[in-house]
């Protein structure tokens, strides 16, 4: 139900814009965040928003560089990634679900399947 794209090889420096796409119902009342995954690390916390879109939450290492929106009508999720550094080298998952605690994987219900996201330095 949730389908993650936009992944891809950049240069450090460069920008990437990731999208998790919707299907099946309307995840506009849900929170939704983005985790990543490095290989050999664990899950962490990239960003998340909340379900009206008024607030947003990120992890010290992208704030500032990344940016989390959403597309209610297009019951899209976007996750814009500027300076990008090697270190955000990772498969990059997005969730959703309600009543969430924004940078706790386990609290998500649906996950998309992953976006490989390779920055060479």
């Known amino acids: 139900q949730l389908q993650a794209s936009g992944g891809g090889l950049v240069q450090a420096g460069g920008s990437l814009r990731l999208s998790c796409a919707a299907s099946?119902?309307?995840?506009?009342?849900?929170?939704r965040g983005w985790f990543r995954r490095a290989p050999g690390n664990e899950r962490e916390f990239v960003a998340a928003?909340?379900?009206?879109?008024?607030?947003?939450y990120y992890a010290d290492s992208v704030k500032g560089r990344f940016t989390i929106s959403g597309d209610n009508a297009k019951n899209t999720l976007y996750l814009q990634m500027n300076s990008l550094k090697p270190e955000d080298t990772a498969v990059y998952y997005c969730?959703?679900?309600?009543?969430?605690?924004?940078?706790?994987?386990?609290?998500?219900?649906?996950w998309g399947q992953g976006t490989q996201v390779t920055v060479s330095s």
């Open positions: 969730g959703a679900g309600v009543g969430v605690r924004y940078s706790d994987a386990d609290s998500y219900a649906y």
């Open positions: 099946g119902r309307p995840f506009s009342s849900y929170a």
């Open positions: 928003i909340g379900w009206s879109g008024r607030n947003t």
